[in-house]
């Protein structure tokens, strides 16, 4: 599977060389055969013999700065705000929702998640839920750690508050009750008042953790000598969530603009230094009605921050605030304001991380796009999954700007399994290759039947490959885990990892993924590598909303380039599909690969991966 992924993407000299050496890896006797033994008896042992690699791999072990480079941000609808008041009550609504969230997670009240769309009805694993608020991303010299505290725990009874870059602990449980709503709005309203005092005023500490990895670690390295510091840092680390009040950001509000701001805030000029970029759950709260949640990844996928924040919009709208009082007004404590020491030094280092930051906010080309033409109802009456379609179009439109095709990445959510997190499915498939040059070939003008034939080619490779990631089928988690294994038996690197070919197809040019929502709000985030795409989907109905994203300081790439050629080529698609109606041959191949794989699903996997239900 790995050879045909990659045949057609790289040069075919290389391509031999690659061949030779993963057939001798997988010689009867051979280097793949004992690793893949010791991963076999690594999944004996484990619940999921590729969760660790894969956390280490895909977020611990990773030394770019969180914001842009990992964490995914959803944006709210727009807020239409009367005052500054309004917001703090958004705010505080927005808190006892979190709250009543935080307490059905503790209490295991949230029902279990269903599969829905390909192989649907299979149960799935909750266990990224019970991360949402109790875990906090620890830079490391050389890895990070990924903290999980106790759900429930008596320490965890507070939030952090970011105002004008100053962090204020607001406790939520008062001689022993719980604060309601009013309460909330009242230590708001206080902390909003102490963050205006300018004679306080702290230095801007939340910079430090918009920084690369090792530089914040070395940054924290220095700040806990002192025992000011080492308090605060422990504060925040314990905390369920941060909710950073934004001022208004001067920008003109549209989807772009509210991305930009959620993923990296603008800079530190505007809010960028008012986020702790380590907490997994942050909520943004502007006065200028700019809304939504920017998240440390390492502990869950976008699909569960989907469902909780849909369910925190669904309480903001359904349950009008209840603002009672559970404590009267005079016995609630002063919000306490974090504490930090500084030396020249870590002035320094705070200069320091500002212009890395300012130097990613200038860099970030982003594009929102509503492409309205169409939506998945189109696409499924064609009897084409739509998340394939969107897939092969993004290939079509990766090919009209740069006459290739490149490793692609979509994640696919194994959470059939037990502490399952996603896969990768390949999506520039060789059917996605010959689709898309019978689509833009200009010398030889292929037929709409032709083209119409290609497509279907093109789905259903593309439906295959995603059924096989989600049951488990996929190769990119099996690679990892036999080169990690091969690691911790202290093997040199066999050959086909440090190969240039297994190089570069782990060099995602083009990193999507779908992120469907039920109520208004989008999921966003950056590339993966400095010439690359980030897209994140979300399919609608009656229309695909689009968040693209690459980098200016790459020649390779424009986001508004890549959108244009992107709704061309959602047009052209639609018009093929139109004139030709799907061939009768294609819809049988179509059902019977799905039953293939519907039957292959319900088998016992010949993968080590253990399912956990
Ligand atoms: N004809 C008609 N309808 C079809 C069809 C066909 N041939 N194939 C699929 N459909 C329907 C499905 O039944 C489904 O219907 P619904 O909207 O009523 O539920 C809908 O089209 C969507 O299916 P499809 O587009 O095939 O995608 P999917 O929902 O199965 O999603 C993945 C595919 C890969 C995105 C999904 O399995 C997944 O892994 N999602 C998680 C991704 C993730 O983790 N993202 C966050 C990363 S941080």
Redesign the pocket.
Known sequence: MYLTSIKHLVKEEQYRKTKSIVEKFGEPGGTGELLQKKLLEKSDNTHNWVYDYWLDDMYLNQRLALPVNSN?AMVFPKQDFRDHKDSLRFAAHLITGVLEYKERIDTRELPVDF??????GTPLCMKQYYRLFNTYRLPGLKRDTLIIHETGSTEQEHIIVACKNQFFVLDLVVKEKKLKEMDILTQLEKIVKMAENSEERQPPFGLLTSDGRTEWAQARDVLIKDSVNRESLAVIQKCLCVVCLDDPSGMEVGDTSRALLMLHGGGHEKMGANRWYDKPMQFVVGEDGVCGTVCE?SPF???V?VACTEYLMKFMTGSPSKMGRATSVSELPTPRRLLWKTTPHIQGLLKASAERLQRLVRDLDMDVHKFEVYG?EF????????????QVALQLAFYRCNGRLVSTY?????RRFHEGR?DN?RSATPEALAFVKAMTDQKTSNSDSEKMKRLWDAINAQ?NS?IA??TGMGIDNHLLGLREISQEIHMEVPEIFTDETYVASNQFILST????TTVEMF?C?GPVVPNGYGCCYN?QADHLLFSMTSFHGSTETSSAVFIKALDEGLVEMRDLCRKRNKPQSNTAA??KA?EKSQGAGSKPLSTPQKTGK
């Open positions: 995914p599969s829905r769309g390909q192989l649907a990844h996928e976008g699909i921050l998945k696409i499924k009456k064609q009897k084409m999954s739509p998340d394939a379609y969107i979509e994640s696919a959510s194994i996603v499915i439906t995603t990631a989600i993924s779908q992120v469907p999921c985030y399919p179509a059902s799905v």
